[in-house]
């Protein structure tokens, strides 16, 4: 079990961050990127080199690529030229992925490119999904959906799309407020989730708001799961301090 970090979580630059996680004790940063993706390293001439100098330098891995940005270039979108930018995005971060060491690319669908209901079966929303699937396959990536949906929802999803490489990113601070339960729904998932986010409920820290980490953990066990917890935590007035107490929370309880 190695355990990583949002990029974004730590109160240093993204430069600085490899190293800093590493002082902390962390495994690997979750490379994160916003709506004006193209404005990041990645997309820079040299910066593939650049990212993974960072990371080499530091004695870090990076386990998966996170733009979160995408929510504003969803497959959904009612503007063909922005939904076909979203899915060209996701296409390059899975051609580049392998090159940076990551196999996991995190989908999100939150705020305006959530996922309604009447989308898991809506062809505009399967094709855009299946269109960046085919790339990830090529290169062996997983897209990871993370949304405000049921397990029971994702699944539909993954069995629409009809891809190996479609999988789910669990998040069970987000699940646990939103009302599932999510011991049950990571044991329905099982090898469907390709990786997890650490995170309790209200902004606190790991194991005390809501978040049934002892059955969670359990759950995790029954899956067999063996890949990454990344902290999507969020720090109180010390982010340093709240990271390292989040990390050994779950060192301490996996």
Request: with cysteine; net charge negative; aromatic share 10%.
């Amino acid at each position: 079990m190695k355990v990583g970090i949002r990029d974004g979580m730590l109160p240093v630059s993204f430069e600085e961050s490899f190293q800093k996680a590493k002082e902390i004790g962390f495994d690997g940063v979750e490379v994160c990127m916003g709506v004006n993706y193209r404005e990041h390293t990645l997309w820079q001439d040299g910066g593939i080199d650049q990212v993974n100098g960072l990371a080499e330098a530091a004695g870090v891995e990076i386990p998966s690529l996170s733009p979160g940005g995408f929510t504003a270039y969803s497959f959904m979108h009612p503007t063909d030229s922005t939904r076909t930018e979203g899915i060209a995005k996701l296409q390059y971060l899975a051609e580049i992925a392998p090159q940076l060491g990551a196999n996991v690319i995190l989908v999100p669908f939150f705020g305006n490119g959530k996922i309604e209901d009447d989308h898991i079966d809506d062809p505009r929303f399967i094709d855009g999904l299946k269109a960046a699937a085919e790339t990830a396959e090529k290169y062996g990536v997983s897209l990871a959906i993370e949304s405000t949906l049921s397990a029971e929802q994702h699944q539909k999803i993954i069995d629409n799309v009809g891809s190996s490489t479609v999988s789910v990113y669990y998040d069970m601070g987000n699940a646990t407020g939103f009302g599932y339960d999510s011991p049950s729904e990571i044991r329905n998932l099982g090898s469907a989730i390709s990786q997890m986010h650490i995170k309790d409920t209200s902004g606190n820290h790991a194991g005390e708001g809501d978040v049934d980490f002892p059955a969670v953990f359990d759950a995790a066990h029954a899956i067999g799961y063996d890949s990454w917890f990344v902290l999507e935590t969020p720090g109180k007035d010390d982010p340093v301090a709240s990271a390292a107490k989040n990390l050994n929370f779950v060192r301490n309880n996996f």
